[in-house]
């Protein structure tokens, strides 16, 4: 079984007593463009041997990190997402946070569902994306990638906070006008140079982030199923994160829809915001 961070943990931080908890979900189901989201989680865990324990200027895993064995992605979505759900809802409930590795980003649904029972408050989602992901059952399916934001909001009356989005459709306009998303897309982001945007005062205080990798230039991440030009550059993605986190409680990470095209180079960089995310939600 592979662990994140493996060659750099000792024993006594990879227990189950461990703050962060990694959960790695290679689901594939839902791709509209490219392939290879299944791949994410191996090569991300796999890559992180290669990281090193400083980070921000400390050592997040002397919080512990311990990593469950991958998921079980088979059977209907909706089967699918009560299980992540379920493995989320524990985690939280033991004073842990969650780190979902993916696979595609559809996986959010199940994993802030859990974190949200768990919880049994307003919870705010902080989204590094190319899209919206504000789409009504694209193509059919509920649970597409392409609606994970759209059910969050529908069905948890969750608030979202987008940063990066550059590839939108009326529909997902709409969706945001009703659903009170705050958004700042990737051209006023990218041409201002702008690294730190503060979120409405009455945005949730406990706030999951959701990172897809697509939310990046391909010049920095060609390793993804749908990469959109006028991307975020990798610092300025992770300090918009920084900021947003501020005065706030980071209950959930996720990490999405890396699609490894043999090229380690971008499995280490995913593997590095996983890690920088970790830092983040303890900074």
């Given at each position: ?76 979505l909706s089967a699918v997402m009560s299980r992540i759900s379920s493995h989320t809802e524990t985690i939280v409930k033991a004073g842990k946070i969650p780190v979902t590795i ?148 980071c209950v959930g990470i996720d990490v999405v829809e890396l699609a490894p095209n043999g090229d380690e180079t971008w499995d280490f ?15």
């Amino acid at each position: 079984m592979s662990i994140f961070l493996n060659s750099e943990l000792a024993p006594s931080e990879r227990t189950e007593d461990a703050l962060f908890h990694v959960l790695p979900l290679p689901l594939e189901r839902t791709v509209s463009y490219g392939a290879g989201t299944g791949a994410g989680p191996a090569a991300i865990l796999e890559a992180s041997n290669e990281l090193e324990r400083l980070c921000l200027g400390f050592e997040p895993c002397e919080h512990g990190i311990f990593t469950h064995e991958a998921m079980a992605c088979d059977g209907p979505l909706s089967a699918v997402m009560s299980r992540i759900s379920s493995h989320t809802e524990t985690i939280v409930k033991a004073g842990k946070i969650p780190v979902t590795i993916g696979g595609e980003h559809s996986l959010t649904y199940g994993a802030v569902s859990g974190v949200m029972r768990a919880l049994n408050q307003p919870v705010g989602i902080i989204q590094i994306d190319a899209h919206a992901d504000l789409r009504i059952a694209y193509q059919g399916e509920k649970h597409s990638h392409a609606s994970v934001m759209h059910l969050l909001s529908e069905e948890h009356d969750i608030r979202l906070a987008q940063f990066g989005v550059r590839a939108l459709c009326a529909q997902e306009a709409e969706s945001r006008a009703s659903n009170n998303v705050f958004f700042v897309d990737a051209e006023d982001l990218v041409t201002k140079g702008l690294h730190a945007i503060d979120l409405p005062k009455d945005f949730p205080d406990l706030v999951y982030v959701s990172y897809d990798v697509d939310g990046l230039d391909p010049s920095q991440m060609p390793a993804t199923g749908t990469p959109v030009p006028g991307g975020l550059s990798y610092y300025q993605s992770l300090h918009l994160v920084e900021n947003a986190l501020k005065g706030r409680k980071c209950v959930g990470i996720d990490v999405v829809e890396l699609a490894p095209n043999g090229d380690e180079t971008w499995d280490f960089t995913a593997a590095q915001i996983v890690y920088r995310l970790m830092a983040a939600a303890i900074s």
